[in-house]
């Protein structure tokens, strides 16, 4: 595997932002739906992108990090409901908005590359 992944690296930040994040809406807002929703969600596209570096095929690999695109979909989805409802402040979401979206153009890209292979090799 080489080394500076940066979509593993990118995805264990968000995890840990995530994390930080979820805690604060515990403790401070009393929110244990939206911030449990969002830590599965946040923290899961690390961990698909791990079991994907780890997989033995092509077909596996795309199937973990298309995973890992539609938890980084839902992280955002939970992100803009505390925005717009305004249980924090936006500026508590704007990074975390900004990062989760850096990650979905990076894995889309992969799995376009991965289709376009796919596609070159039934030619």
Do not use: H
């Not at 690390?46 to 979909?73: M, P, W």
């Not at 955002?76 to 979206?101: A, F, G, H, R, T």
């Amino acid at each position: 595997m080489k080394e500076n992944n940066v979509i593993q690296e990118k995805s264990l930040a968000f995890a840990v932002l995530v994390v930080n994040l979820c805690k604060y809406l515990r403790e401070k807002q009393k929110d244990y739906i939206i911030s449990k929703q969002l830590l599965r969600s946040g923290t899961s596209i690390g961990a698909n992108v791990e079991e994907g570096l780890g997989c033995q095929s092509k077909k596996d690999f795309y199937f973990r990090l298309t995973i890992a695109y539609k938890e980084a979909r839902e992280s955002i989805y939970w992100l803009k409901v505390l925005k717009e409802s305004k249980m924090i402040e936006q500026s508590m979401v704007d990074q975390p908005i900004s990062n989760c979206d850096e990650i979905l153009r990076i894995i889309g890209s992969i799995l376009k590359t991965l289709r376009n292979q796919q596609s070159s090799d039934i030619s």
